[in-house]
């Protein structure tokens, strides 16, 4: 694997959300570049603030935040991107993902992108679980993109159960592994 490659760190609506701190320091241990896009939901859990001292540069949080932008923000990201990892991913996200819909900066840029994708999901074990999900799981596998599996771990909503985020390590060895 390369050093040096652009990734897009997008940020979902997750408890798991402070943890995107740890996975841009060990992306940028490793010599990438990290962008960061917030869903605008993803805010109410981390601040833009924290995840741009971790990347240490601005994060996009919709598609008129950064100011002075001529071009369209999400094809210069989709453009620019070698990899786009979504940690955590919440349902909701990969819903939209896995149907094409594109209603924010970051699901506007995976369409957009021909870079790989790596998924990590994050949520309530019985919202792993729903028949739902599973099918828009499978959907953007069919596609291409690489799940992170989520582990059995403590959950906000219960003690112990799956839908916990995956482990940094198991995360950052996927998007190695994409980038080969």
Same mark, same amino acid.
């Given at each position: 694997? =390369?050093? +040096?490659?652009?990734?897009?760190? +997008?940020?979902?609506?997750? !408890?798991?959300?402070?943890?995107?701190?740890?996975?841009?320091?060990?992306?940028?241990? &490793?010599?990438?570049?990290?962008?960061?896009?917030?869903?605008?939901?993803?805010?109410?859990?981390?601040?833009?603030?924290?995840?741009?001292?971790?990347? +240490?540069?601005?994060?996009?949080?919709?598609?008129?935040?950064?100011?002075?932008?001529?071009?369209? !923000?999400?094809?210069?990201? =989709?453009?620019?991107?070698?990899?786009? &990892? #979504?940690?955590? =991913?919440?349902?909701?996200? #990969?819903?939209? #993902?896995?149907?094409? /819909?594109?209603?924010?900066?970051?699901?506007?840029?995976?369409?957009?992108?021909?870079?790989?994708?790596?998924?990590?999901?994050? /949520?309530?074990?019985?919202?792993?679980?729903?028949?739902?999900?599973?099918?828009?799981?499978?959907?953007?596998?069919?596609?291409? /993109?690489? #799940?992170?599996?989520?582990?059995?771990? %403590?959950?906000?909503?219960?003690?112990?159960?799956?839908? %916990?985020?995956?482990?940094? =390590?198991? !995360?950052?060895?996927?998007?190695?592994?994409?980038?080969?």
């Amino acid at each position: 694997m =390369a050093a +040096g490659k652009n990734i897009l760190l +997008g940020v979902t609506a997750s !408890i798991s959300a402070y943890k995107a701190c740890d996975i841009i320091t060990d992306l940028r241990k &490793l010599g990438h570049e990290v962008t960061v896009v917030m869903t605008k939901d993803a805010q109410h859990f981390i601040t833009p603030l924290t995840l741009q001292s971790f990347a +240490g540069r601005e994060v996009i949080s919709d598609f008129f935040s950064v100011e002075g932008r001529v071009k369209p !923000i999400h094809i210069e990201l =989709a453009k620019k991107s070698d990899l786009i &990892l #979504i940690a955590p =991913a919440s349902a909701d996200v #990969i819903a939209k #993902i896995s149907h094409g /819909m594109a209603d924010d900066v970051l699901t506007c840029t995976v369409l957009a992108s021909t870079a790989p994708v790596v998924i990590a999901p994050a /949520m309530n074990e019985k919202m792993l679980a729903n028949s739902f999900t599973q099918e828009n799981l499978k959907r953007v596998k069919d596609r291409g /993109m690489k #799940i992170v599996d989520p582990i059995h771990g %403590h959950l906000v909503c219960s003690d112990q159960g799956m839908g %916990h985020l995956a482990e940094n =390590a198991s !995360i950052v060895k996927a998007v190695t592994d994409a980038l080969r």
